[in-house]
Structure formats: C-alpha cells, structure tokens
C-alpha cells in the first residue's frame, strides 16, 4: 500500500516562502505522475501542480511564477517551492499520485495527512 507523508508548512508572512516535501512509499514512484493539491476551509480540493516522471510540469493559473514543484526520484520526494505566498495561498496541501506509467484503472491511493499552510500577517 502505498503511503504519503507530506510536510514543510507552518505559518508565513505574505510575500514569503515555504517548501512543501511529498515523500512516497513504494517502488512505484518514479513511474508516477505526481500532484500538489491544496484544500482551503469550506472548498473543494483543487490541484495546483503536477509533474512527470520525465518532468513535465503543469501548473494551475493561480499559482504560476510563484510555485515550481520538483522531484527527486532516488530519494521517492516530490517538492513544492512556494514563493510571493498570499493569504489566498492559506490551505492544507496534500500530494498525490496521478497516474502510474503502465497501469490501467490506476486508482489513487489513501490521502495523506496533509500539512497546513498559513498565510497571515
């Protein structure tokens, strides 16, 4: 089974900078596409940057030029750099597999705690 343990948020200024890591259990991971989702208080869950295991990257408009998601296939992480950070940005953020090369019907395993992001002055 596979398990997901994200961590690196806290509590920042706007304007500042946090770096959120995903770490993955399991031998499938560099086969994995890999997400960031964010989830704010009363909304749904919303993906915010996905990355290829070749390292394709795609992010959504909201983020774009502040956040730059990364991978490390030998240590099983994937990163998410989040800079110019605005209170908007305020969500507990989840990684996520989103497809595995090769299989068919992928299901996503169990979320993870997630780790919460704080945006306040």
């Known amino acids: 089974q596979v398990q997901l343990v994200e961590s690196g948020g806290g509590l920042v200024q706007p304007g500042g900078s946090l770096r959120l890591s995903c770490v993955v259990s399991?031998?499938?991971?560099?086969?994995?596409?890999m997400g960031w989702y964010r989830q704010a208080p009363g909304k749904q869950r919303e993906l915010v940057a996905r990355?290829?295991?070749?390292?394709?990257?795609n992010y959504a408009d909201s983020v774009k030029g502040r956040f730059t998601v990364s991978r490390d296939n030998a240590k099983n992480t994937v990163y998410l750099q989040m800079n110019s950070l605005k209170p908007e940005d305020t969500a507990v953020y989840y990684c996520?597999?989103?497809?595995?090369?090769?299989?068919?019907?992928?299901?996503?395993?169990?979320w993870g705690q997630g780790t919460q992001v704080t945006v306040s002055s």
């Open positions: 996520n597999l989103e497809a595995v090369f090769g299989v068919v019907g992928f299901k996503k395993p169990p």
């Open positions: 990355i290829t295991p070749g390292g394709r990257i």
């Open positions: 399991g031998s499938i991971f560099s086969l994995s596409d």
